[in-house]
């Protein structure tokens, strides 16, 4: 069972330089999302995606673009990538639009560490 | 603002002994509640989850939360603790009807266990 899967989980970006974290899920998931991680703070939502077609900002969306041009894929760009956006990425998805509310269980991909020097 | 509050930055557990960890949140009615643990270098993993009904949930793992609606608070426990139980825990939140369409996590809660 591949679930949601995120690559690369390694990369080393200079400043200024763009790339894309992709994420895919095997499930049929309506709801994709990404989220950063950074120490003491927790998990912030970037971008969200109720269905292919759809998607829209969470609380920390700056600097990071996304596209769902297809059910299973959820890709995360960074256009010009900044220092501050060191951190770990995480892909997650759930059966249904509304997420958590929806009563489903939001499923987490193994996380991409992304380190911008 | 919407906000999840785990108070305690590090807790330190004696193997064998019992643990709760905190969590309490901001809202004016009953989120969605959710426990996640994070092991070094991994994914996250949904310990349990609260939407209605009961209480006290049971998850996996030998971990149980109470929602106390009168508190705001979603406590995680455990009756003993195993080595293997040592990772960072996260409380989540759904808010129906909020904005943007995802969780609200505490900062975490980092679990050391001691032999």
């Known amino acids: 069972n591949a679930g949601v899967t995120q690559t690369p989980k390694f990369q080393v970006l200079k400043t200024g330089q763009s790339m894309t974290l992709q994420c895919a899920q095997d499930?049929?998931?309506?709801?994709m999302s990404w989220y950063r991680q950074d120490p003491g703070m927790g998990l912030r939502l970037i971008h969200y995606?109720?269905?292919?077609?759809?998607?829209d900002q969470g609380e920390v969306p700056n600097g990071y673009n996304v596209s769902r041009s297809t059910t299973e894929d959820f890709p995360l760009r960074l256009l010009s990538a900044a220092p501050s956006q060191t951190s770990v990425y995480f892909c997650?998805?759930?059966?249904?639009?509304?997420?958590?509310?929806?009563?489903?269980?939001?499923?987490f991909g193994e996380g991409s560490w992304l380190t911008v020097v | 603002a919407q906000s999840v509050t785990q108070p305690d930055i590090h807790i330190t557990v004696s193997e064998g002994a019992s643990l709760e960890l905190r969590c309490n949140y901001s809202?004016?009615?009953?989120?969605?509640l959710f426990w996640y643990v994070q092991s070094p270098g991994q994914g996250l993993q949904l310990l349990l989850k609260?939407?209605?009904?009961?209480?006290l949930v049971q998850g996996i793992k030998g971990f149980e939360a109470e929602f106390k609606r009168s508190q705001s608070s979603f406590n995680l426990r455990k009756p003993s603790v195993h080595w293997s139980d040592a990772a960072e825990y996260f409380c989540?939140?759904?808010?129906?009807?909020?904005?943007?369409?995802?969780?609200?996590f505490g900062k975490g809660t980092h679990l050391i266990i001691q032999p």
């Open positions: 499930m049929n998931h309506e709801y």
């Open positions: 997650a998805s759930s059966p249904r639009r509304r997420g958590g509310s929806s009563g489903n269980t939001i499923y």
């Open positions: 609260y939407f209605s009904g009961d209480t």
């Open positions: 809202y004016g009615a009953t989120p969605y």
């Open positions: 989540a939140v759904d808010y129906p009807g909020g904005g943007a369409d995802g969780l609200t």
């Open positions: 995606s109720v269905g292919a077609g759809i998607t």
